[in-house]
C-alpha cells in the first residue's frame, strides 16, 4: 500500500508537470545552469505571478483591477474582434490590468469550445472564433491579467428550457428540490428559479469536474492566471429537500428525520414570498444548517483538488456576497479558525469548520452595498474590515462592488478596494458603460496608485513568443 501511494503521488507530479502552461516565462538566476539548488535563497523562485511578491530590486507593483464581463449582459458588446478590442482598449486606458471572463452563464450553456455543453446562442462556426480563445490572446496583447469564471450550481434556464438541466439526463437526475409553503417543489416548476443542481448530488461533481478538465486541459487556455467560482452554493434558503439529500443528511447526523421536511423548519404562512422571515426551525435546523455548509465547502475542496492536479499554476477564487456567514446558501466563507461565527443563532458548534478559506487563493468579496466609507455595516469599508477578520490570512482577498446605480461613488470605492485590500474587481462592464462610470473609476485608481507609489505593472501570464 505504501508503495502504491507514493507511485500515485509521482504519478499526479507527473501529469501536473506535463500540463504546466508553456505561456509562463521561467526566470533563471544568472551566472549558472541552476543545476544546484541547495544553496539558492527560495525567495528569488517564488510564482512569478504573485501579485504580492516584489522581487529583489523590483519596484511597487500594481494591485489588481478587474473588470468582470458577464456573458449574457454584454454578448452583442463583444460580439466581434473589433468589438472586444475596443472595449480591453478602453479598459486598459481607464485604469484596468485584468478582467474576469464570464464563460458559463447561469442557463449552463458556454462561450468556450466544448464538447459536452452546448453554446450560448452562437456556436464557433457562427461566430467565426471560438470567444474564450480570442478574448485571452486579446487580454494578454495588452498584458492584461485573465481571470475565467463559471456558474457552478446553475444548469438551465426555466423560462426557455434550455441547458442540461433540460437536456442531460445526469444532470436532470440532480434538480435541486426547494420546500415552499406548498410542498415540495423542482425548481423547474418555479419560473422565478434558476435552474439549479443539488451540490451534494454526485452527477453534480461529475459534471463540474467534466467542466474543469475540459477548460484546463486544452492549450487554447493555457494563459488563464485564475479561475472564479460563481453560485457555487445552494440556490436558496428552502433548498435542496431531494430525498438524495435527506439521505446524506441522516448519515451525516447518525439519525432518521421522522417527519420531512417539518422537523428542519416549519412556515409560519402560505404566502411563498415572505418564507425568509416568517418560519419556526424544527428539532435538525441548527444541523441542517451544518451540513450544507459541509457541503460546499466539500464542493470546493474537490475543485480545487481537480484543478490543481492539472494546472497547479492557476489561482482558485470564489465571489461570495460580504454580508456573511450565509447560512441561507450554505456559504461559510471564513476561516475554519474563525470560531466567533458561532455567536449567530443558528450555528452549531462545530460550524465554524465549515469554513473554506484555506481551500481559496483568493477570495472576492462581494461588497455591493450602496455606501462606501464608514464603519456602518452598511458600508464596503465595514465589509473589508470584516472581511479581512473572518478570514484571518488563510487566502488572499479583494474588495469588489456593483456599479449598476449612476449614483454610486465609483472612485471612492476603487480607492478604497485598491487601498484597503489586496485588489478589486469592479461589476459589471454593462454597468460601467450604460452607467457612466469610466473616467470615475479612472480618478480613483489614479489616486490609489499615487497613495501607494505605484510604477510598475501587475505581473500576469504572458502569450506563448514565436
Known sequence: ????????????????????????????????????????????????????????????????????????????????KKSINATLDKAVKYGFNGIVIDVKPCEGTVLYDSEFLDPYKLSIEERGFDYLEYMIQAAKQRNLRVEISTTIMTMGNVVSRKGPLFTDPEIAEAECIEYTPTGLHKISENPNAFGAVNPC??????????????IFTNPKYECVDAYVLDYC??????????????????????????????????????????????????????LWIEWRAQVIHDVIAEIRTTLKEIRPDVDLE??????????????NWASPKYKAVNLN??????????????????????????KVNGMDPETIEYAL??????????CNYWGTFSVASREFDSEAAAYLCLTKSPGCMVFDLVHISTCGHWNKLKAGVDRAWEKLGVNSPLKSKTLNEE
Open 1 to 80: 500500500m505504501m508503495k502504491k501511494s507514493i507511485f500515485a503521488l509521482l504519478l499526479a507530479a507527473a501529469l501536473a508537470s506535463a500540463f504546466m502552461p508553456s505561456c509562463t516565462k521561467q526566470e533563471v538566476k544568472p551566472g549558472g545552469d541552476q543545476q544546484d539548488t541547495t544553496e539558492r535563497d527560495t525567495s528569488e523562485i517564488k510564482d512569478p505571478v504573485d501579485s504580492n511578491y516584489i522581487a529583489p530590486g523590483d519596484t511597487v507593483r500594481q494591485k489588481p483591477m478587474v473588470m468582470w464581463i458577464d456573458a449574457s449582459a454584454n454578448f452583442d458588446r463583444m460580439k466581434d
Open 201 to 214: 448530488h454526485p452527477n453534480t461533481m461529475k459534471y463540474i469536474k467534466k467542466m474543469i478538465k475540459e
Open 233 to 286: 452554493r445552494y440556490m436558496n434558503f428552502n433548498s435542496d429537500f431531494s430525498d438524495y439529500s435527506r439521505e446524506k443528511f441522516e448519515e451525516y447526523i447518525g439519525e432518521s428525520v421522522p417527519n420531512w421536511p417539518e422537523d428542519i423548519y416549519t412556515f409560519n404562512s402560505d404566502s411563498f414570498s415572505s418564507y425568509w422571515d416568517d418560519f419556526t426551525p424544527g428539532k435538525y435546523y441548527n
Open 318 to 331: 470564489v465571489w461570495a456576497a460580504s454580508w456573511g456567514p450565509l447560512p441561507a446558501t450554505g456559504q
Open 345 to 370: 443563532w443558528w450555528a452549531t458548534e462545530n460550524y465554524y469548520k465549515t469554513g473554506y478559506a484555506d481551500l481559496l487563493d483568493t477570495f472576492q468579496l462581494g461588497a455591493y452595498l450602496n
Open 385 to 394: 474590515y470584516k472581511c479581512n477578520n473572518m478570514l484571518m490570512g488563510d
